[in-house]
């Protein structure tokens, strides 16, 4: 099972909106409607954004939403804030033997 | 409020094995639906899942990891432990723990620094 693939960067200046994808397969995202978003800062634990390709944990900001097309799923922050620089990966049910496979990771960066 | 530590060591020799134990609170791992995983990210790297284990004492293996990876758990202590087999530097990592029920990894240990290295 390969890791899904993610960009490398993306950034955005304060209060503008940017869109991360994940694209997976026809095995995994595709499937299945089982795509989490983490958010980590350095030298931090991974928090989770979103799971159930669209669903918000109780706490995180409804800054943070997540969609999915086809294959491809992806997590949207609008009003982006200092606070929102960190890396984000994410990550799909790929099968009963391979339950979870992680996205390549991508950096955001306020301007 | 669910929490979880890794504990072990932070450096081993090539060829050696790794055992990690992750102690948690707040849940039970004996509730239906629950399950402990391990996540590892190299330095500078992208994460990866490792293992996960049910609550009903299934279990789940990364397939490119399987030979070396095992994973067990004490209800009664609250405990998850990940033993690897033949370490070698590319495992050098950070290693998490984390709670699931909805196949996603709600809460996570802060994780701990392995290091592989004679």
């Known amino acids: 099972q390969s890791a899904l693939t993610q960009p490398a960067s993306v950034s955005g200046s304060p209060g503008q909106s940017i869109t991360i994808s994940c694209t997976g397969s026809?095995?995994?995202?595709?499937?299945?409607?089982?795509v989490s978003w983490y958010q980590q800062h350095p030298g931090k634990a991974p928090k989770l954004m979103i799971y159930e390709d669209i669903t918000r944990p109780s706490g995180v900001s409804n800054r943070f939403s997540g969609s999915k097309s086809g294959h491809t799923a992806s997590l949207t922050i609008s009003g982006l804030q200092a606070e929102d620089e960190a890396d984000y990966y994410c990550?799909?049910?790929?099968?009963?033997?391979?339950?979870?496979?992680f996205g390549t990771g991508t950096k955001v960066s306020v301007l | 409020q669910i929490t979880l530590k890794e504990s072990g060591p932070t450096l081993v020799k090539p060829t050696q094995t790794l055992t990690l134990t992750c102690t948690f609170s707040g849940f039970s791992l004996s509730t239906s639906g629950v399950a402990v995983g391990w996540i590892r990210q190299p330095p500078g790297k992208a994460l990866e899942w490792l293992a996960l284990i049910f609550w009903d004492d299934d279990k789940r293996y990364n397939p490119s990891l399987k030979s070396r990876l095992t994973i067990t758990k004490d209800t009664s202590k609250n405990q998850v432990v990940l033993t690897m087999t033949n370490m070698d530097p590319v495992d050098t990592g950070t290693y998490h723990c984390?709670?699931?029920?909805?196949?996603?990894?709600?809460?996570w240990g802060q994780g701990t620094l392995v290091t592989v290295s004679s």
């Open positions: 984390a709670h699931t029920t909805t196949w996603a990894f709600g809460y």
């Open positions: 026809s095995s995994d995202v595709g499937v299945y409607n089982l």
């Open positions: 990550c799909s049910y790929a099968s009963t033997n391979t339950p979870f496979v």
